[in-house]
Nanobody
Framework: SQLVESGGGLVQPGGSLRLSCAASGFTLAIGWFRQAPGKEREGVSCIDRFGGSTNYADSVKGRFTISRDNAKNTVYLQMNSLKPEDTAVYYC??????????????????WGQGTQVTVSS
């Protein structure tokens, strides 16, 4: 099982980025997490195996959208109206324990290597 993130970079406040998480070998519930320097890891969003159920942290509701294309084995995180406080390393992870639905507090057993997102002028 392998997860590979891409799409991070430097963006100005108010800008947008789309992160991708390519999953090989499985279709599982996927979560996006982030960790800023000196801070604990935070759950950002998750999506169930079929894309019918999603959840978001309050800090990103209305700005971020998670989606997936199972034909491409890829999960996306569209991030709009980015703020400096969104700066962090973003990770995707897979939860093999959930047949339906997703929760940010799930049992995420497989993790990607992370991609840096920096929001700065």
């Amino acid at each position: 099982s392998q997860l590979v993130e891409s799409g991070g970079g430097l963006v100005q406040p108010g800008g947008s980025l789309r992160l991708s998480c390519a999953a090989s070998g499985f279709t599982l519930a996927i979560g996006w997490f982030r960790q800023a320097p000196g801070k604990e890891r935070e759950g950002v969003s998750c999506i169930d195996r079929f894309g019918g159920s999603t959840n978001y942290a309050d800090s990103v509701k209305g700005r971020f959208t998670i989606s997936r294309d199972n034909a491409k084995n890829t999960v996306y995180l569209q991030m709009n109206s980015l703020k400096p406080e969104d700066t962090a390393v973003y990770y995707c992870a897979a939860d093999p324990t959930r047949a339906t639905g997703c929760i940010l507090e799930g049992s995420y057993a497989y993790w990607g290597q992370g991609t840096q997102v920096t929001v700065s002028s």
